[in-house]
C-alpha cells in the first residue's frame, strides 16, 4: 500500500472479496526520509500514514516493511548506474519486478499470506496453467507497460483488483468507503528524487565536460558531462543554431555529445537485450507484434527477430528518440508477450 487512493480502494475491494480477518496491509519504507524526498511522493511518511489510516478504516492490520537496503542497492544505485553509462533507465520497472514482486511478496509470505494485490491498471487471466498479463481496460490509466518482465511465478500470486475499472469509478468507490485518499492526487514523478533527474545526477555522477558535435564531427559548442543528457533532449544545448536541435547520441570514447535536427532522431530498427517473456508463444521468432518504446508511446506494428541472444525490432514507422536503458514492450492485442531494453 504506497498511500494512493489506488491501493487504497484495491485494498477495500479485497476485504471485501475475502473478508477482514484474512488481509493485511504492507507497507514498504524505501529511504532514509530527509530533505531529499518529496513530503506528498508515494513512500513517504504521509503516504505511510496515510496507508495506515485506510488500514485502520478496514479493520486489518497494517505493517511497514523496511526495504531500504534492497532499494537502494537494485532501484538508486542501478539507475546511477545506467546514466553513467550513458543509458536512460526506468526505475518503476525495476522495482516491480525486484522490490515489489519479489522482495515484499516474499515477506507476504512470511506473513502467511499467499496473495499480493495491489493497486496497478493491469489484468491477469489464466489459460489452462499458463497466465497471462492484460493490459487495463482504462487506456488512459493503462500500467502493463511496467510489468512486462514478471514470470509466471509472480503471477500466480498476485491479484490486480482495479485492472478491470476506470479511475473514475476507482475515485467513486474510494468516496463510498470514506476513505482519507479519496481525492489524493497522483504522484507520477520518481519518488527518490526531489527535484529533476539532472539535478539528482549532479549530486552522485562526477562529469566530464567535453564537445558537442554534429553528426558530422563538427564542434557545435561544450556539454557539463554526458550523464545530463539523453536522447531527444533539446534543453542545455546552447543557442545559435539555424533550426531547432537535438540528441541524438554520444561518443562515449571521445567524451562528445552528438546533436542534430528533429528528423535525425528517427529509426525503423533497434536492439534490444535483457529480453524477457511472459508467454512462451512470443518465443517463437520471427514474429509479428506490435510494441511500445517508451511509457505512454502509441502502440507501433513491427516484426521481432532473434539476434542470438538479444532481439533486432524492425518497426513499421520509424519512431523518434529511441533511448538506450528504455524499456520496449511487445503487445498483441490486449495481452503483453514480454519485452527487452534498448541496448546502447
Not at 265 to 285: A, E, F, M, P
Not at 307 to 313: A, C, D, F, P, T
Request: aromatic share 8%.
Amino acid at each position: 500500500m504506497s498511500g494512493g487512493v489506488d491501493s487504497s480502494v484495491a485494498a477495500a475491494l479485497i476485504v471485501a472479496e475475502y473478508g477482514k480477518e484474512n488481509v493485511i496491509g504492507l507497507t514498504m519504507k524505501l529511504f532514509c526520509y530527509s530533505d531529499t524526498v518529496k513530503e506528498k511522493s508515494c513512500c513517504s511518511l504521509d503516504a505511510i500514514e496515510d496507508a495506515r489510516a485506510v488500514c485502520e478504516r478496514l479493520g486489518v492490520a497494517h505493517y511497514v516493511v523496511n526495504a531500504e537496503a534492497e532499494f537502494e542497492k537494485e532501484v538508486i544505485n542501478n539507475f546511477i548506474t545506467e546514466y553513467q553509462e550513458g543509458k536512460t533507465p526506468n526505475p518503476c520497472i525495476r522495482c516491480n519486478k525486484l522490490i515489489k514482486f519479489d522482495y515484499l511478496l516474499k515477506k507476504a509470505h512470511e506473513f502467511g499470506v499467499d496473495l499480493l494485490a495491489t493497486g496497478h491498471y493491469a489484468q491477469i487471466m489464466k489459460e489452462k496453467s499458463e497466465y497471462k498479463l492484460l493490459k487495463g481496460k482504462d487506456e488512459s490509466k493503462d500500467q502493463s507497460y511496467f510489468l512486462y518482465d514478471l514470470t509466471q511465478k509472480q503471477l500466480e500470486h498476485v491479484i490486480f483488483p482495479l485492472g478491470a475499472m476506470t479511475k473514475i469509478k476507482v475515485r467513486e468507490i474510494a468516496k463510498k468507503y470514506n476513505l482519507t485518499t479519496a481525492q489524493k492526487k497522483e504522484s507520477q514523478d520518481i519518488c527518490f528524487i526531489p527535484n529533476t533527474v539532472g539535478e539528482f545526477l549532479k549530486t552522485k555522477i562526477k562529469a566530464k565536460s567535453g564537445n558537442i558535435v554534429d553528426n558530422s564531427g563538427q564542434i557545435l559548442g561544450q556539454h557539463d558531462g554526458l550523464a545530463y543528457f539523453t536522447i531527444g533532449q533539446r534543453k542545455g544545448l546552447g543557442g545559435g543554431h539555424l533550426e531547432p536541435m537535438f540528441v541524438i547520441g554520444s561518443n562515449r570514447k571521445k567524451n562528445e555529445l552528438i546533436i542534430g535536427p528533429e528528423n535525425e532522431l528517427y529509426k525503423d530498427k533497434l536492439v534490444l537485450d535483457k529480453v524477457s517473456w511472459i508467454s512462451d508463444r512470443g518465443q517463437d521468432l520471427p514474429l509479428g507484434c506490435e510494441v511500445r518504446i517508451r511509457y505512454q508511446a502509441k502502440l507501433t506494428a513491427c516484426q521481432i527477430q532473434s539476434l542470438g541472444e538479444k532481439i533486432e525490432v524492425i518497426l513499421d514507422e520509424p519512431q523518434s528518440a529511441i533511448t538506450p536503458g528504455q524499456s520496449v514492450v511487445f503487445y498483441q492485442g490486449s495481452e503483453i508477450l514480454g519485452g527487452g531494453i534498448i541496448a546502447a
